[in-house]
């Protein structure tokens, strides 16, 4: 009972304080591992500390903000005056580039106030082939990846980026992207040697005028010596006007009623439900509404009105579900509101309902 009765008041007042005072002190609280190798195995320093009280202390647990870093401390009490030593270990494999983790120990009153921290640099190691490239295509050509996203693709800029490749077979393979999409360009080598590597560029351009507006997303193959690889090349992106993000801060302006539209419990009925949000124009030109997505079978959102929305001025869209049409249970699905707005030319929102039985 007494025990209980101690342990409710320490952690009462680490609460109520966060952590406590050290009983002990340490040799150093700080050590520099300088440069190590990622592939050098792990790497180790011990930390000295010694009891300042008049009663013994006790080390329950020290613990590391990261995985990569562990310590191996004893458990024993440590008598008034008396050293003890805490040894931590980093392991740097997976982790290149600098470092810095902090040690937190915990002694039974709670969490010291100082925390260790061992830092350094890890040299990278040579990654092999199949790391380097992990995805198989088939025909013996490896890909670094297969999926990009480009993020915004404005009308009338080219957006580009790059797969890299490479022919782990022991002969010559013939290369060709079946690309069937105008506004996607891929420049790929025709042929690729054994052993050698490649760059497979493509760009995305969607015309001024275009009228694609919001996600955009392709599915194109590569081909080896004439046979669709394993896996296609996705590509993804979210269409926009071409804007000018130094532009008025007060040109178009889209600002929401809601962050989030919650439909809470619901039964899977035909009883379709519907939500609104006010989307206004806070700035001096007009706000032009270019699409509502809304990707769920069962969901639906529509604007009132005209999609062009004068300064100052405001319209609702109506988020409307049918629970019969969702799945049970909980259902989160994203609206997004593509705009003209330079700002934020892109607004996502939650919704979510539980479907009940």
């Known amino acids: 009972m007494k025990l209980m009765l101690k342990i409710f008041v320490t952690l009462l007042f680490t609460a109520f304080y966060g952590v406590v005072e050290a009983k002990i002190i340490f040799d150093t609280f700080f050590y520099d591992f300088g440069e190590i190798a990622e592939d050098g195995g792990a790497v180790e320093h011990i930390f000295t500390l010694r009891n300042t009280s008049a009663e013994p202390v006790v080390i329950v647990a020290v613990r590391s903000s990261c995985g990569c870093t562990k310590a191996e401390f004893s458990r024993k009490p440590i008598m008034p005056d008396s050293t003890a030593t805490i040894k931590v270990v980093f392991n740097p494999l997976n982790y290149p580039g600098a470092f810095a983790r902090k040690v937190t120990v915990f002694t039974a009153d709670g969490p010291l106030k100082e925390q260790l921290l061992v830092k350094g640099t890890v040299i990278p190691r040579k990654k092999t082939v199949e790391e ?8 013996g050509v490896r890909a670094a990846a ?4 480009f993020g915004y693709v404005e009308h009338g800029k080219v957006a580009l980026s790059s797969f890299e490749i490479y022919n782990s077979s022991a002969r010559e393979v013939s290369l060709a992207v079946d690309n069937p999409y105008s506004e996607l360009e891929f ?4 042929k690729l040697a054994a052993g050698e590597e490649a760059v497979i560029n493509f760009s995305c351009l969607l015309p001024e005028n275009s009228e694609l507006y919001g996600s955009l997303a392709y599915s194109v193959n590569l081909l080896v010596d004439g046979q669709k690889s394993q896996y296609p090349f996705i590509i993804n992106g979210l269409a926009i006007d071409s804007r000018d993000i ?5 040109a178009q302006m889209i600002v929401l009623s809601e962050n989030f539209i919650k439909f809470g419990a619901v039964k899977r009925t035909n009883e379709k439900l519907v939500r609104r949000l006010t989307v206004s124009n806070d700035g001096n030109e007009p706000l032009v509404i270019r699409k509502l997505e809304l990707d769920c079978d069962g969901c639906r959102a529509r604007l009132s009105g005209e999609m062009t929305i004068a300064a100052g001025d405001n319209r609702v869209v109506e988020v409307e579900i049918n629970p019969s049409r969702l799945p049970f249970g909980a259902v989160v699905e994203r609206l997004r509101i593509v705009s003209n707005d330079p700002k934020m030319p892109v607004y996502t929102i939650r919704v979510s309902a539980i479907v009940e039985r």
Do not use: D, E, K
């Not at 380097?132 to 025909?139: D, Q």
């Not at 297969?146 to 996203?149: I, R, T």
């Not at 420049?187 to 025709?190: D, E, G, W």
């Open 132 to 139: 380097r490239y992990p995805l198989v295509m088939g025909g």
């Open 246 to 250: 130094n532009a008025n801060n007060r």
């Open 187 to 190: 420049i790929s080598p025709a």
């Open 146 to 149: 297969n999926a990009h996203s």
